[in-house]
């Protein structure tokens, strides 16, 4: 379980979702709580708790299963911060070409959602850099062929690749932060 954790406090970026380790601790917290009722049948329930080394193992198993769904929550919350982050930093809800489970998938879509909603609710762009831009105008060079693009103010701007535009810093914030 502990693995689960010190995997994704050292990994700098997302890694893939790991279903296999969280259904074995699962697991392992199953085998555990079948083990520990088993003990307390066998010693005649909450009476036999009087007996210390039935009351020793109750108690390390019971441990050990709070240990094991602490380390599976505190990788599964890690996750979420680090998706809601990533909502933060691209101002779009992460692509599915991130190593996403299925239910990231829709939890980020659903932050997104609910971001997006908040903004329009108050006329915010909650995307939008916190400092003041130093210039209005920005020079946008483009990396790769992306077509004809309709700005925010109307106008249409057709990015080739090798192309240099001088475009309102609020028209292209939003696709200069997603690359």
């Known amino acids: 379980a502990t693995d689960l954790v010190r ?3 050292n990994t700098p970026s997302l890694p893939p979702y790991n279903a296999a380790a969280v259904r074995d601790v699962a697991a392992e917290i199953r085998t555990l709580f079948d083990a520990l009722r088993a003990d307390l049948a066998a010693a005649g329930g909450q009476a036999g708790l009087s007996d210390p080394a039935v009351a020793a193992g109750v108690l390390v198993r019971h441990r050990a299963i709070q240990r094991n ?3 599976v929550l505190a990788y599964l919350v890690a996750r979420t911060r ?3 982050s990533l909502r933060w930093t691209t101002s779009a809800a992460p692509a599915s070409s991130l190593p996403l489970s299925p239910a990231e998938l829709d939890y980020a879509a659903a932050y ?3 971001v997006a909603e908040l903004g329009a609710a108050e006329g915010l762009d909650l995307g939008a850099a916190l400092e003041p831009p130093g ?3 920005v020079e946008v060079r483009v990396r790769r062929e992306c077509g004809e693009v309709v700005t925010g103010s109307g106008s249409v701007v057709r990015l080739r690749r090798g192309s ?3 475009v309102r810093r609020s028209d292209v914030e939003g696709l200069v932060r997603q690359g």
Request: charged share 40%; with cysteine.
């Open 7 to 9: 995997h994704l406090r």
């Open 69 to 71: 769904k602490r380390c």
């Open 82 to 84: 680090r998706i809601e």
């Open 112 to 114: 997104a959602r609910i």
């Open 135 to 137: 210039d209005l105008f």
């Open 164 to 166: 240099a535009h001088w």
